[in-house]
């Protein structure tokens, strides 16, 4: 799989890489020995950005991740967040991006993770607590200390990521980015292009909907994270699920699925892109990964993006 610099200061990934929230079980069950299963396979076929945050299941998931990338270390982009605390469940409780609670939240993550250096290190939010700049000191400092390798901001604005990126160059930005939901593309993914910063497109399934798989809203588990999502209300639903409709007509012009679609519009668009979509299910991992091969013109990718305003996105939430 060709290779793939996300923005300018160095960080390199293949074009699509495995998000790791399906493994914390809020998309379905699913065992350890599953989540190792796919991480493997996911390095198997030539992905390299693992994608984690350091709350998923109160730690557990970056203990599997370490586990299944023993032995494979050199060829894994690791990417996790800190700056959350989290309760023994893994659900977090409260932002502290004090210098203080990054510190031991990196430390924390590199035993979890059995490694020596984090790849790519996220700032999991901004604090009101605790100015930007002077989180993004201390993880300037885990640069300098050899404990992480690139900077990463998610959930931050645009004005504070340009004062983030003032403090040390910012390397990548992970905001939820999708044919669904380009609400980000309107602010913060704009300055990363201006400054030269990456961006890791979160959720880029849109949780699974732009996959046209979830018809029902009843198919949901009592601990499905979608049942919470207002966007999977009835009402937003419907909407959505008439777009849906049009862009199947896309997807059979083109005599592919609407996953691989969904993810080639997020490729497309932007060259320094890497879509994270979190899958637990081989098969699924597999078209996710085939769609880096899919090549949209400019004038489907804009057919696609007129299928999904950003306006009426809005209004579905």
């Not at 959350?84 to 993550?109: I, K, N, V, W």
């Not at 604005?157 to 040390?168: G, I, K, M, Y």
């Not at 091969?293 to 007129?306: F, G, I, Y």
Request: proline content about 5%; aromatic content about 6%.
């Amino acid at each position: 799989m060709q290779a793939r610099k996300i923005g300018e200061a160095g960080l390199v990934s293949t074009p699509i890489g495995l998000g790791c929230l399906a493994f914390t079980g809020g998309y379905g069950p699913v065992s350890k020995a599953e989540s190792v299963r796919t991480v493997r396979h996911a390095l198997g076929i030539g992905i390299t950005m693992i994608d984690i945050a350091d709350f998923y299941a109160a730690g557990d998931v970056e203990r599997l991740v370490g586990q299944a990338i023993v032995r494979r270390r050199d060829g894994v982009v690791i990417a996790t967040r800190g700056g959350m605390r989290f309760d023994s469940d893994g659900r977090p409780t409260e932002l502290d991006a004090s210098p203080a609670y990054l510190a031991q939240a990196c430390d924390a993550s590199l035993r979890r993770l059995g490694v020596n250096h984090i790849d790519l290190y996220y700032l999991a939010g901004v604090d009101p607590q605790v100015p930007v700049e002077e989180s993004a000191g201390q993880l300037a400092g885990l640069v300098q200390a050899g404990k992480i390798r690139y900077i990463g901001l998610s959930g931050v604005s645009p004005d504070q990521l340009r004062r983030s990126h003032a403090v040390h160059p910012v390397s990548a930005v992970a905001a939820e980015y999708s044919l669904w939901d380009q609400r980000s593309a309107v602010g913060v993914l704009h300055v990363a292009r201006e400054l030269g910063v990456g961006v890791v497109a979160c959720r880029p399934l849109g949780r699974g909907f732009l996959t046209g798989k979830i018809t029902k809203l009843d198919a949901f588990g009592p601990a499905d994270y979608r049942r919470s999502d207002p966007r999977f209300g009835p009402d937003a639903f419907s909407r959505s699920r008439q777009r849906i409709r049009a862009m199947e007509q896309v997807a059979a012009d083109l005599d592919i699925g609407l996953a691989r679609l969904a993810l080639a519009w997020t490729l497309s668009g932007r060259h320094d892109v890497v879509p994270v979509p979190s899958t637990r299910n081989l098969l699924h991992l597999e078209m996710n990964a085939s769609a880096v091969t899919v090549q949209l013109s400019a004038t489907e990718h804009d057919r696609l993006t007129a299928l999904f305003p950003p306006a009426s996105v809005s209004r579905a939430r």
